[in-house]
Nanobody, 119 residues
Framework: QVQLVESGGGLVQPGGSLRLSCAASGSFFSIYRMGWYRQAPGKQREWVATAISGGTTNYVDSVKGRFTISRENAKNTVYLQMNSLKPEDTAVYYC?????????????WGQGTQVTVSS
C-alpha cells in the first residue's frame, strides 16, 4: 500500500500563487513518476504536469510558463508551484504517483486538495 498526503490548496486571487505538496509513504522500492491532475466542477479529470525520474518534466499547454513541478526524492515528495493563477485553474488537484514494489508496479492517488481562484 502507498499513501499520498496532499496539502497547500486554498483560496487565492487571480494573479496569485499557491504551492501544492504531496508526500508518499508506504511499501515501495522507488517512485518512477510523480504528477498532478485536476478536476473542475462538471468536467473530467485532466492531467496537469508530470515529473519523471531523471528530471524530465511535462506540462499541459494551459499551465506552461506558470506552473512548475518539482520532486524532492529523499522525502518522496512532489510539489506544484502555481503562479499567475487564473479563475480557470479552479479545481480539485490530485497527486498521482507510479511506483515499483515487490509484486511489480502500481499507481496511487491522493485525496485531492481544493484550489479556488477568485476575487
Amino acid at each position: 500500500q502507498v499513501q499520498l498526503v496532499e496539502s497547500g490548496g486554498g483560496l487565492v486571487q487571480p494573479g496569485g500563487s499557491l504551492r501544492l505538496s504531496c508526500a508518499a509513504s508506504g511499501s515501495f522500492f522507488s517512485i518512477y513518476r510523480m504528477g498532478w491532475y485536476r478536476q473542475a466542477p462538471g468536467k473530467q479529470r485532466e492531467w496537469v504536469a508530470t515529473a519523471i525520474s531523471g528530471g524530465t518534466t511535462n506540462y499541459v499547454d494551459s499551465v506552461k510558463g506558470r506552473f512548475t513541478i518539482s520532486r524532492e526524492n529523499a522525502k518522496n515528495t512532489v510539489y506544484l508551484q502555481m503562479n499567475s493563477l487564473k479563475p480557470e485553474d479552479t479545481a480539485v488537484y490530485y497527486c498521482n504517483v507510479g511506483y515499483y514494489r515487490n509484486s511489480g508496479s502500481g499507481t496511487a492517488w491522493g485525496q485531492g486538495t481544493q484550489v479556488t481562484v477568485s476575487s
